[in-house]
């Protein structure tokens, strides 16, 4: 797995963990990374893995850099198999970082798009407390097994949750419904800014398409530095 990393420029206390979407890579999200570091000098910003190469359904079995199957644009698109798969290899990314020094709960996952979904499936079946999810443009895939199967750790997990109301790709609906779902039959706290911890925030973005927007960056960047300030 190719990986991209933005270094810490003060003492390392933190680390953020960021899973690109269906067809990009690591390096695509570099930029925006360099960007927001000054703001958290003490977080290694960002680890970027990138996808492997495989055949996708949605596609017609055109390979590209996917975290897992997507069979369709519809309600049930997700293939359970190579989501948990991929779950699983993402868990294992935190165990490194663990395995480095830096507690679970100064270790923030994320993603945007299908990497949001895999990386919202795995913080919500983590038997480690982590210290943040950020779940940008996305949805939670497998819903309907989550209810059974989250972790206990979830509910004292932060989620920042966003997505644009003109988003052609993954739809803001599917986004609200989501959020709504984490809320509503698993039992996680609502949340509105400034009021951050554990619990979802849910940010709606007039006009925003299936991209990332300074407006949300400057939320996310208020969000991480109440969840994971510089001194742990």
Known sequence: MTTFLIQPRSAHT??????????DTGAGWKAIAQTIAPQHPHVKWWILPTAPEQPVTLFGGMPTNSWFD????????DDEGSVKTAARSVDKLIDQEINAGTPSSRIVLGGFSQGGALATYTALHSTKQLGGLIGLSTWLPLAGQTEKTMSPTTKM?????????????????????????????????SRKAPDFGPGVIFNTYQGMVHSADPRELHDLTQWLKSIIPESS
């Open 157 to 189: 997990v932060p989620i920042f949750m966003a997505h644009g109301t003109e988003d052609k790709v993954v739809r803001y609906d599917w986004g609200l419904k989501s959020s709504n779902f984490m809320t509503e039959k698993l039992g996680l706290r």
């Open 70 to 77: 997507i069979l369709s644009l519809s309600e049930s698109f």
């Open 14 to 23: 933190a680390t953020i963990i960021f899973l690109h979407g269906l067809g």
